[in-house]
């Protein structure tokens, strides 16, 4: 059974950071593209980077580039996003997506002062 669990959610004023994490299982984590996506209130869903392995190439949304860092550690299954200088348009549910086909749960990040 496939599982994707986020976790690394908050409450968090601008300018801040947080890191995410999202730990998979149910599948061959290394031979997938692992993505972080997030929606808004009545927004659609939007990709915000993602990772492919092996080889490690990253693709950022602009809106996110030189604040936020994808990562993947195969030998544990987890892909991080490392957030920085959150902005309050940063404030969305962030999805954990394997391949295109597996989604989590979804953890809430909040950016607010």
């Known amino acids: 059974q496939v599982q994707l669990v986020e976790s690394g959610g908050g409450l968090v004023q601008p300018g801040g950071s947080l890191r995410l994490s999202c730990v998979a299982s149910g599948f061959t984590f290394r031979t997938y593209v692992m993505s972080w996506y997030r929606q808004a209130p009545g927004q659609e869903r939007e990709l915000v980077a993602s990772?492919?392995?092996?080889?490690?190439?990253?693709n950022y949304a602009d809106s996110v580039k030189g604040r936020f860092t994808i990562s993947r550690d195969n030998a544990k299954n987890t892909v991080y996003l490392q957030m920085n200088s959150l902005k309050p348009e940063d404030t969305a549910l962030y999805f954990c997506?394997?391949?295109?086909?597996?989604w989590g749960q979804g953890t809430q990040v909040t950016v607010s002062s």
């Open positions: 990772i492919l392995s092996p080889g490690g190439t990253t």
């Open positions: 997506n394997a391949g295109g086909y597996y």
